[in-house]
């Protein structure tokens, strides 16, 4: 199971890095962006990774940014 987590967790943080998106961010057509610069770093990645794990989204029910983008200072961004 810890091989699959960090398996799991370099995804999220290369296709972040490299792309600004995973493959399930480019089918709904949303990429993710540093506030302070358009690429993500490494880590914010695991930043938002760690955050996500602990319960992140729940703020999204209240708010339209999650907890790890405040945390990790990114923003996801629709694209076309």
């Known amino acids: 199971r ?12 290369w296709f972040w890095k490299k792309y600004n998106q ?12 540093s506030r302070y ?3 993500i770093t490494y880590f914010q990645s ?3 990774i760690i955050i996500a794990l602990l319960g992140g989204h729940i703020l999204l ?5 999650s907890l790890q983008d405040k945390i990790s200072n ?5 694209i076309d």
């Open 2 to 13: 810890k091989t699959y987590g960090r398996f799991r967790s370099f995804y999220y943080a």
């Open 22 to 33: 995973t493959l399930g961010m480019k089918i709904w057509k949303i990429k993710i962006y």
């Open 37 to 39: 610069s358009l690429e």
């Open 46 to 48: 695991l930043k938002r």
């Open 61 to 65: 029910l209240f708010n339209e940014e």
């Open 74 to 78: 990114t923003y996801l961004e629709k």
